[in-house]
DNA sequence: CGCAATGTAAACGCCCCGGTTCAGAAAGCG
DNA sequence: CGCTTTCTGAACCGGGGCGTTTACATTGCG
């Protein structure tokens, strides 16, 4: 099921390049396919002999997108560290992606095509908040028993921690309220997740 | 600065009504001027008597649906009960508006223009999470000077509950992962984040 | 070199959409 | 009733976008 009725050629890249800035750029709507072909330095009929039609360009580059982001992600959680150090830095890990220009756009075009697109919303969940919430929901397991932690909801746990993250900066970045936040501020707010968290979780042997 | 350039007349609340629908069903760019017309029952000639464009048309219909919500969340609070009660009300509150398709709705609408329509942003955001940011403000600081609370950052303090109401299942609704939560689920986001709260912020005379 | 595969540029057909126009119907009001 | 305001329906315009086609250039490989 991978790659059906796409046909490779020697400018596939180059395409698929093109697509992915300038449908970040516009969303799927805004994106001409025009647009698309000058981008990637390509014409218009090239790109039709790769791609059968706009949206199966569309959920290619998504793909590929939620799949780089997935990966960049794995390596992050040392398990014998500390909770206090480990949540800090996955924390870091959360609020950077998120006030991403990158970030952002993805989350835009997720949240608006989600149910035009339904295996693109999957997709993005898949390879974001839920691999997140499975790699910090591990680590979260091996603390409780070590007995750093006491937690009995996981799962819940580690989607807490990662909405906690939000406060005070995505909604007011998402809807264009402010431009990117201070360093204090995403200090205050990470500061604030983890001392939330603990509050909430830790045991005296943090 | 209300309505400036809006023209009334018999059929302008059946025009806002259609558009409402029509709108909140495709998004922006997805509805059809023809469509809103024919949804309430108008000629496309007496729409354009009232609103000279399909933007101006859409910023009507988005600001006084802020308006609506902006007033239905306004009686809620009662200063006097303690914090467990109120939070476990607020949170109901919160968890409800994000699981209504209504709520699911706006949002998708708002987060994918709010870029071309930064007033759009702006709106939703003052009305909705800023909105329950100062209710809720106002409730934790009367807790916190009754002793039931132990507060400093009360801003971010109202911003983690409203993040912690999220927890598990705005994202997993938001991507279409999940249709509407069980009533266990929504009990066990909401019970974990009255829980949590008070973990961080309660005092023992709670 | 020669030939097949691949890519190019531009035009074309088609459809949909936002917005305008106009002759005429309907509604409201004295 | 008669007059004005409001509304109608359908045609129309200009523009843009998706996807196709065609006649031609380039690449690459045996």
Redesign the pocket.
């Known amino acids: 099921m991978e790659t059906a009725k796409i046909r490779r050629?020697?400018?596939?890249d180059q395409v698929l390049l093109g697509a992915r800035s300038v449908f970040l750029r516009d969303g799927f709507e805004g994106?001409?396919?025009?647009?698309i072909a000058r981008e990637a330095?390509?014409?218009?009929?090239?790109l039709?002999?790769?791609f059968?039609?706009?949206?199966l360009l569309f959920m290619e580059v998504a793909r590929s997108e939620c799949r780089r982001q997935a990966e960049a992600a794995l390596h992050l959680i040392d398990p014998g560290a500390p909770a206090a150090v480990v949540l800090r830095a996955a924390a870091e890990h959360i609020v950077a992606f998120m006030i991403s220009d990158f970030g952002q756009r993805i989350f835009r075009i997720c949240v608006a095509e989600a149910d035009r697109f339904p295996a693109l919303g999957a997709e993005f969940y898949q390879s974001g908040p839920m691999l997140a919430r499975e790699k910090l929901g591990a680590y979260l397991r091996l603390a409780a028993a070590r007995g750093e932690l006491a937690i009995t909801d996981f799962d819940l746990a580690a989607d807490q921690f990662a909405e906690l993250c939000r406060a005070n900066i995505h909604a007011k970045l998402i809807f264009g309220i402010t431009p990117t936040p201070t360093g204090a501020e995403i200090d205050r707010t990470i500061t604030g997740a983890v001392e939330t968290f603990l509050a909430r979780y830790g045991t005296s042997r943090a």
Chains 1, 2 share one sequence.
């Open positions: 050629g020697r400018k596939f994106a001409s396919v025009d647009d330095r390509v014409s218009k009929a090239t039709y002999s790769y059968p039609d706009k949206r």
